[in-house]
């Protein structure tokens, strides 16, 4: 669906179309033209007797006469001061920017996507053990006030378990309301207007295996495209300096002529070749030479921003690995970290029930272990969506050139997996 509706790929594919076009009119610089035109017109001297020129015919006549002028033009451009060469080399390399701008587009908005996936995976993780931890805290109020009844609890834990209850419904409350934000920023990700149709898996798969060679940061879409536009802006430099050269062209023109003094049919009928003309053209233009200098002094300007956009781009490129890197380690110790306390939690557990059957402690002291176990199990969840985010960023970053095809392949398999399962 993003591929299909978000606005950044939209654009990058558009830029890329019409780099195409920019690049066959650049081609177009090195061939010939080739115009044909026909005229026809009635002619009336005010004198008795007149002479002119039509379609490189002299015509004498002493009345009106009705013509038919036909004419075939051709022009190859020999030599404009390597302007067409320039503006060849610049319109390659803007194609090549647009191609890579429109991997880097669409790798930046999945990127995009997979993270307000994992968001939203994460909000329906928090929001389920949200409902079952506040049911487990209604009976820890009620197992208190029942203690205090019998004057085993003081009024403080009540109120402590009161407290306790109203926290975590406030929590459900936060968590659903940021499940619904999550699902908005969703929905803009992937360029569709509404959230309501959308379905998140609890579970985000991750990528079968990281990256074991670390690929030069050069080689990032982003960076390949910045280096591709400044080159262009530097060939746009030399087509600027080529308003200083003369040009050189070989013209060729066929004309033919009908002439008839009473039928412009007859005229356009009796159309005949009249002449021929080939030769070469010099043009140079020697002033003013300040709208050569101004042209020049802007690609220039053009240059020394584009190279600053490839250095921009190569730091983001590199801080993008680094922080790629430390994400995925962070999210590993994470892992590892929830993982313990959901041992520990259950082994609390445990060790409550083996209490309460030896009647060394009460139902009371069991909730409390089962709202820890939840809390623990709902980390440890969570940890395994931001891990699985991270590895995602570490791919894009280590291999930005295969991070698409690596994504969509996992998302189709989990996608098809099962309905596979059920056909075989």
Not at 33 to 42: A, G, M, R, Y
Request: charged residues 20%; hydrophobic residues 45%; aromatic residues 6%.
């Amino acid at each position: 669906m993003s591929l299909r509706h978000a606005h950044a790929i939209q654009i990058a594919e558009g830029t890329l179309t019409q780099a195409h076009g920019q690049h066959l009119s650049a081609l177009a610089a090195f061939l010939p033209t080739l115009s044909v035109s026909d005229s026809e017109q009635l002619y009336a001297p005010f004198g008795a007797q007149s002479s002119t020129f039509i379609a490189g015919t002299l015509v004498s006549t002493r009345g009106r006469f009705y013509d038919n002028a036909a004419t075939v033009s051709a022009n190859w451009n020999l030599f404009d001061g390597g302007k067409d060469v320039a503006g060849y080399r610049a319109a390659a390399d803007t194609l090549t920017a647009a191609h890579t701008g429109l991997e880097a587009a669409v790798n930046k908005t999945l990127t995009r996507v997979v993270g307000a996936y994992e968001a939203v995976a994460a909000d329906q993780v928090r929001v389920q053990a949200d409902a079952r931890i506040v049911a487990w805290d209604h009976r820890i109020v009620q197992m208190t006030q029942q203690r205090y009844r019998h004057l085993v609890a003081s009024r403080l834990t009540v109120l402590q378990a009161l407290q306790q209850l109203i926290t975590a419904e406030t929590t459900g409350i936060n968590d659903r309301t940021q499940e619904v934000e999550d699902r908005e920023t969703l929905a803009r990700a992937i360029g569709i207007p509404g959230h309501n149709r959308l379905r998140v898996a609890v579970h985000v798969p991750g990528p079968a295996r990281l990256p074991a060679v670390v690929a030069p940061v050069n080689r990032a879409p982003s960076v390949v495209a910045a280096r591709a536009t400044w080159q262009a802006a530097r060939e746009g430099v030399s087509v600027a300096e080529a308003g200083y050269w003369p040009t050189l062209a070989v013209t060729a023109q066929y004309n033919a002529l009908g002439l008839n003094p009473g039928s412009a049919q007859t005229a356009f009928t009796a159309t005949r070749g009249s002449n021929y003309t080939v030769g070469l053209t010099v043009s140079w233009t020697l002033f003013p030479l300040i709208n050569t200098g101004g042209s020049v002094e802007s690609a220039a300007g053009q240059t020394v921003s584009a190279e600053a956009s490839f250095r921009h781009a190569q730091v983001v490129a590199r801080q993008r690995r680094e922080a790629a890197r430390s994400l995925y380690q962070t999210a590993q110790a994470n892992i590892r970290a929830a993982a313990q306390g959901v041992r520990w939690a259950h082994e609390t557990v445990q060790l409550t029930k083996a209490r309460i059957r030896g009647q060394q402690d009460s139902e009371l002291a069991l909730a409390q272990a089962e709202v820890a176990r939840l809390q623990a199990l709902t980390t440890e969840r969570v940890a395994v969506l931001t891990r699985a985010l991270a590895a995602w960023k570490l791919v894009r970053a280590d291999r930005p050139q295969r991070f698409a095809t690596r994504l969509l392949r996992a998302t189709l398999m989990r996608a098809s997996g099962p309905a596979s399962h059920r056909r075989r």
